[in-house]
């Protein structure tokens, strides 16, 4: 089993700047991808970024290219989600995850209790 647990949420104003962080701790040699999803209020959760464990490819969704970057610290168990330019629309709890195989953007082994980022306009 994996535990993760997000930390970095909080209030920015739009086009600020916030970073996230998940620490992955227990079989985390099980691990394959890890990702990051959010849920806004009234809305279902959404994908928004996933990177290889041991690897550097990176997917984003369409919705946050050029302003979100996933990058990870293998060493240090750490996912990161870099995120610039926000919007209120970026306004949502946000969840890491993280998979086994190459399921992580329809249905990932592995979930955090979510963190919350509000952007005010």
């Known amino acids: 089993q994996v535990q993760l647990v997000e930390s970095g949420g909080g209030l920015v104003q739009a086009g600020g700047s916030l970073r996230l962080s998940c620490a992955a701790s227990?079989?985390?040699?099980?691990?394959?991808?890890m990702g990051w999803f959010r849920q806004a209020p009234g809305k279902e959760r959404e994908f928004v970024a996933a990177?290889?464990?041991?690897?550097?490819?990176?997917h984003y969704a369409d919705s946050v290219k050029g302003r979100f970057t996933i990058s990870k610290d293998n060493a240090k168990n750490t996912v990161y989600l870099q995120m610039n330019g926000l919007k209120p629309e970026d306004t949502a709890v946000y969840y890491c995850?993280?998979?086994?195989?190459?399921?992580?953007?329809?249905?990932?082994?592995?979930w955090g209790q979510g963190t919350q980022v509000a952007v005010s306009s």
């Open positions: 227990g079989r985390t040699s099980s691990i394959y991808d």
């Open positions: 995850a993280g998979d086994r195989s190459t399921k992580i953007v329809s249905d990932p082994d592995y």
């Open positions: 990177i290889r464990w041991r690897g550097s490819n990176t």
